[in-house]
């Protein structure tokens, strides 16, 4: 056991003994309030587990469409009409030139 | 959680069929357990009633997703467990520890327990459980929640896993990474007492 965990483990012995006094029953009219709107409530929906990653993944999901474009930005910058203009593939099959 | 004699899964059973008196019965029944966890991993500026009613309305609202595959009470701890590192999570920045945020008596425990002078005496328990919870402010709270249970609450990895939901081996990497991360904060402290 280093220096470190002799202190740690010498500290944390004495927090326990602190203990905690305090009362663990439910405050007055807390179970009710808390019943009450229960049952109003609608259930969760499936789908809630995903709600809390959908702005994460749409995050994601924009920075994959951004660095797509990105990587492929010469294709989408060439002019299609000038592979057009300079390719005569039946010409050069029939080998007509 | 005393009453052993409580029907749970006939209460279930009840809540299901939106029976106010059963979901009174069921939050009366499980806020032992919830307060517990609650005041563990209670955020700053948090009041442990609200957070403790926002843990038993997910509850609720998740109930139909219960399928009976771990105890109730361990399923309704990882609900608490998970509210309150979110809750954490929100605050974000954790303030920078200092050796002037510690009062007196903290400041003497903490130079006690660093200098191995003299002994801390059982007197010096209430001071040493506050230092203790200012150092784990400065952990990420799931490393936080990782040492609290591991060190103060002297849970086995096994429990750990139950009550949280994690595997045994993230749960040592993140004890690992919290314990390192104290180290170099009572580095820190020694250094700023030194000068």
């Known amino acids: ?97 | 959680m005393a009453d052993d004699s409580f029907d749970l899964p006939g209460c279930l059973d009840r809540v299901r069929r939106r029976d106010q008196v059963a979901a009174r019965e069921l939050v009366d029944h499980l806020y032992p357990l919830v307060i517990r966890i609650v005041r563990s991993h209670l955020p700053r500026r948090v009041a442990e009633e609200d957070l403790a009613q926002d843990i038993f309305l997910k509850m609720f609202t998740r109930l139909e997703q219960y399928q009976g595959n771990v105890p109730f009470p361990h399923w309704v701890s990882r609900i608490a467990v998970t509210t309150c590192i979110d809750q954490l999570r929100a605050q974000k920045r954790r303030p920078e520890f200092r050796w002037a945020d510690l009062s007196e008596n903290e400041a003497e425990v903490l130079d006690n327990v660093l200098t191995d002078e003299r002994d801390v005496t059982p007197g010096d328990a209430l001071e040493a459980r506050e230092l203790v919870h200012k150092l784990l402010d400065q952990l990420k709270p799931d490393d936080r929640l990782v040492i609290q249970l591991l060190d103060l609450e002297q849970k086995t990895i096994a429990e750990i896993s139950a009550q949280t939901g994690w595997n045994q081996t993230l749960i040592k990497v993140r004890a690992f990474r919290a314990r390192r991360k104290l180290q170099k904060l009572f580095q820190e402290l020694q250094n700023k007492e030194k000068s």
């Not at chain 1, 002799?6 to 326990?16: E, F, V």
């Not at chain 1, 809390?52 to 999901?61: I, S, Y």
């Open chain 1, 1 to 97: 056991m280093n220096q470190f965990d002799h202190q740690w483990q010498k500290l944390t012995a004495l927090a326990r003994q602190a203990g905690d006094p305090r009362d663990v029953a439910a405050p007055y009219g807390f179970a009710t309030r808390v019943a009450a709107r229960a049952v109003t409530l609608p259930p969760a929906s499936p789908w809630a587990a995903f709600e809390r990653f959908a702005l994460r993944g749409l995050l994601v999901a924009a920075a994959c469409g951004v660095a797509a474009i990105a990587v492929n930005y010469t294709i989408f910058s060439s002019e299609p009409a000038d592979d057009y203009a300079t390719t005569d593939t039946v010409g050069e099959i029939l080998n007509l030139s």
